[in-house]
């Protein structure tokens, strides 16, 4: 007998709402680009997208910060993971 899946936690649902709002936002800008639209439009909403896609990797990175706290904490990581993470979106 499998398990049912536990609802997601509220943060995650947020995360994935914001997900999808950009997954439109970035079709709507192809759909732009295809129409022809002016410069002006694409530039507006391109810079949106990349202010929500900042947005969203703020988030990724504090829930990710937390669990390497509480994992250092444990002892089951090192500093160099928590470093490797800030590297990487930079």
Known sequence: MSE?????E???????H????????????????EEGRPCHEVLT???GIRGALEGVGEIVLEEYL?????RMSR???DAKAVVEAVRLLR
């Open 45 to 47: 909403l391109l810079s």
């Open 18 to 33: 914001r997900l999808r709002r950009l997954e439109g936002q970035v079709r709507g800008l192809q759909r732009m680009i």
């Open 10 to 16: 509220p943060e995650r649902q947020k995360l994935l």
């Open 4 to 8: 049912t899946p536990s609802p997601l």
């Open 66 to 70: 937390r669990e390497c706290q509480s």
């Open 75 to 77: 002892g089951e990581l």
